[in-house]
């Protein structure tokens, strides 16, 4: 029995190493990490941002235009990559790539049908709001602008889009639900992982709490591609394709904003069905479409075999 002038052995840690340390003692335990790459990533961010004020005419107060969004886009993705890539060398102890960046036979295959499957989604979502009179059709964009402007207002969404996809997926399918699957097993860490995608949209133009549901559905989604696959590229995929699919072809709000959109049209029914200005995200008829989603991620990967989730769940 040690007496109170002996030193502490290695197999009793103190309060503050058990507090601070996981459990095998060569990093912060998995809460600690995921708030310094979070403050990291936000500090990245706000540097890359703050030159978008000086150019001239790019931030203009009266709306959030297309330029605008693809220079915060890029500012983001740096930003988050950055953070993500020291937290992951120096916080977790692990290569970047193993966040789910692994080039292999599956790369390409898994960004396409991901990128496709919203297409079948979103128009699901607008054939019932069509068929049902849930929203007035105004028209096609090159109705009201050259082929030219509507080809490069297509792909500056895309561009866009990637980087959005992109820098979301990294750091909520990536950093820090693996990090929570790490420190509280898949459940709770979809869950935490979910809520916090969603709790980040709330500055968004016409959030509530029918926006925050939707969205906690949307990344249980999105992590849904990650579950079946231990890659991100499909859930890379499956965000690029909603954002675009949802906004710049089928002319819906993405997340409250309005993009450049092919389709015009404006939500005429009820704002707990269609979502009303935040976009179908927050609405009930979102529900078929994660429906039909779901199903062709599962066909999709019906011959995958990535290592399980549970695999990862030790306490950290």
């Given at each position: 029995m040690a007496t109170p002038h002996e030193p502490r052995t290695a197999t009793s840690p103190s309060l503050l190493a058990r507090v601070f340390v996981s459990?095998?003692?060569r990093r912060p335990r998995a809460g600690w990490r995921l708030l310094l790459q979070a403050g990291t990533a936000f500090f990245f961010i706000t540097c890359c941002s703050v030159p978008l004020v000086?150019?001239?005419g790019l931030v203009q107060p009266a709306a959030l235009t297309m330029p605008v969004m693809l220079a915060s886009s890029a500012a983001g993705a740096v930003g988050i990559t950055a953070a993500s890539y020291l937290a992951r060398r120096f916080l977790d102890r692990r290569s970047f790539v193993s966040l789910g960046f692994t080039l292999d036979r599956h790369t390409v295959p898994d960004l396409a049908v991901g990128f496709l499957i919203p297409a079948v989604q979103l128009g699901l979502v607008l054939m019932l709001e069509l068929l049902l009179g849930w929203t007035r059709w105004q028209g096609w964009a090159w109705q009201a602008?050259?082929?030219?402007a509507v080809a490069g207002g297509l792909a500056l969404s895309l561009v866009t889009f990637i980087l959005v996809g992109y820098q979301e997926e990294l750091l909520s399918r990536g950093y820090q639900l693996q990090n929570l699957v790490e420190g509280s097993g898949l459940r709770w860490?979809?869950?935490?992982s979910s809520v916090i995608f969603a709790l980040l949209h709330l500055a968004n133009p016409g959030s509530g709490a029918a926006s925050t549901i939707g969205l906690?559905?949307?990344g249980y989604f999105l992590a849904f591609g990650w579950v079946r696959t231990g890659r991100l590229w499909l859930s890379i995929g499956l965000h690029i394709g909603w954002n675009l699919f949802e906004g710049s072809v089928y002319g819906f709000q993405v997340?409250?904003?309005?993009?450049f959109a092919l389709m015009r049209h404006f939500p005429s029914g009820p704002?707990?069905?269609t979502g009303g200005a935040f976009g179908p995200e927050a609405g009930a008829v979102m529900l078929p479409a994660y429906a039909v989603g779901v199903l062709l991620v599962l066909a999709y990967s019906r011959n995958r075999r990535p290592r399980p989730p549970q695999a990862l769940e030790t306490p950290s």
């Amino acid at each position: 029995m040690a007496t109170p002038h002996e030193p502490r052995t290695a197999t009793s840690p103190s309060l503050l190493a058990r507090v601070f340390v996981s459990a095998d003692r060569r990093r912060p335990r998995a809460g600690w990490r995921l708030l310094l790459q979070a403050g990291t990533a936000f500090f990245f961010i706000t540097c890359c941002s703050v030159p978008l004020v000086l150019v001239p005419g790019l931030v203009q107060p009266a709306a959030l235009t297309m330029p605008v969004m693809l220079a915060s886009s890029a500012a983001g993705a740096v930003g988050i990559t950055a953070a993500s890539y020291l937290a992951r060398r120096f916080l977790d102890r692990r290569s970047f790539v193993s966040l789910g960046f692994t080039l292999d036979r599956h790369t390409v295959p898994d960004l396409a049908v991901g990128f496709l499957i919203p297409a079948v989604q979103l128009g699901l979502v607008l054939m019932l709001e069509l068929l049902l009179g849930w929203t007035r059709w105004q028209g096609w964009a090159w109705q009201a602008a050259s082929v030219s402007a509507v080809a490069g207002g297509l792909a500056l969404s895309l561009v866009t889009f990637i980087l959005v996809g992109y820098q979301e997926e990294l750091l909520s399918r990536g950093y820090q639900l693996q990090n929570l699957v790490e420190g509280s097993g898949l459940r709770w860490a979809l869950f935490l992982s979910s809520v916090i995608f969603a709790l980040l949209h709330l500055a968004n133009p016409g959030s509530g709490a029918a926006s925050t549901i939707g969205l906690i559905a949307a990344g249980y989604f999105l992590a849904f591609g990650w579950v079946r696959t231990g890659r991100l590229w499909l859930s890379i995929g499956l965000h690029i394709g909603w954002n675009l699919f949802e906004g710049s072809v089928y002319g819906f709000q993405v997340s409250g904003l309005a993009p450049f959109a092919l389709m015009r049209h404006f939500p005429s029914g009820p704002a707990w069905a269609t979502g009303g200005a935040f976009g179908p995200e927050a609405g009930a008829v979102m529900l078929p479409a994660y429906a039909v989603g779901v199903l062709l991620v599962l066909a999709y990967s019906r011959n995958r075999r990535p290592r399980p989730p549970q695999a990862l769940e030790t306490p950290s």
